[in-house]
């Protein structure tokens, strides 16, 4: 039985809303409008908040959205579900993990935006539009909350996928907060991370998923609960070392 078209009509619209807002951005971030004045508004205002416990706190969110822990994150989703024979589903979803770490980069080495603490990175990660870290943590942790959604029955379901997406919006603001990103730096990759969310949801969705798939959610939801506190803990004296200007 083939999912209704009505639903993957929604992702669609989901999907071009998030891409048109980004493109929007991505003329701001060239000059074409001024985000500039906006990004310095909302960062002035962000600063005025920062005090020493809710530093530590946005140094722990903002740790997992790393690329590290994210490629782990990432590997563990895929793994699950190749170990549950979904193989156009792993498949898809690894090429979503993939393609998005390499636009992130190309778009950043294209715009090459300055930071707003410019010393913070080298290289091609140097630049900020958009950000690495709101973009990747939107496609790994919303498709988790898109299959713990899918799968998970009563308060359960609720309360993992609005946890998740909370997550995702708190490690987008890290960013802003720790100056890492500007603040549309941090808009513009949760709309390119939730655009290509929504085209992988499309995939996933018409490949109609078994009810296998609530087992194919427990591994990484747990995976997740063990590890991120414990990779948090690993990361924040990394963090107050080179994020020194709040530490």
Do not use: Q
Request: aromatic letters at 10%.
């Amino acid at each position: 039985m083939a999912p209704p078209k009505n639903i993957i009509a929604r992702h669609v619209a989901v999907g071009a809303v998030c891409l048109l807002v980004f493109f929007v951005l991505t003329l701001g971030a060239v000059g074409v409008w001024d985000a500039e004045a906006v990004d310095m508004t909302l960062n002035h205002a962000v600063a005025a908040w920062r005090r020493p416990v809710l530093t530590n706190v946005m140094f722990v969110i903002t740790s997992l959205g790393d690329s590290a822990y994210l490629i782990f994150m990432g590997l563990l989703i895929v793994a699950t579900l190749a170990a549950r024979r979904a193989w156009r589903a792993a498949l898809a979803t690894a090429v979503a993990f993939l393609l998005l770490p390499f636009l992130v980069s190309t778009i950043k080495g294209s715009i090459a935006r300055i930071r707003p603490t410019a010393d913070l990175y080298s290289g091609a990660d140097a630049f900020s539009f958009p950000s690495g870290h709101a973009s990747n943590s939107t496609l790994i942790y919303g498709t988790l909350a898109l299959l713990a959604f899918t799968s998970l029955k009563g308060t359960a379901r609720w309360l993992v996928s609005i946890g998740l997406v909370l997550l995702i919006i708190l490690i987008a603001f890290s960013r802003i907060y720790t100056g890492a990103h500007w603040p549309s730096d941090s808009l513009a990759g949760l709309a390119l991370g939730a655009g290509v969310l929504s085209a992988l949801s499309c995939v996933l969705i018409h490949m109609h998923p078994t009810p296998d798939t609530a087992r194919t959610t427990t591994l990484p939801l747990t995976g997740f609960a063990l590890t991120a506190p414990v990779y948090a803990w690993y990361a924040l004296p990394f963090a107050h070392t080179f994020y020194k200007a709040l530490a």
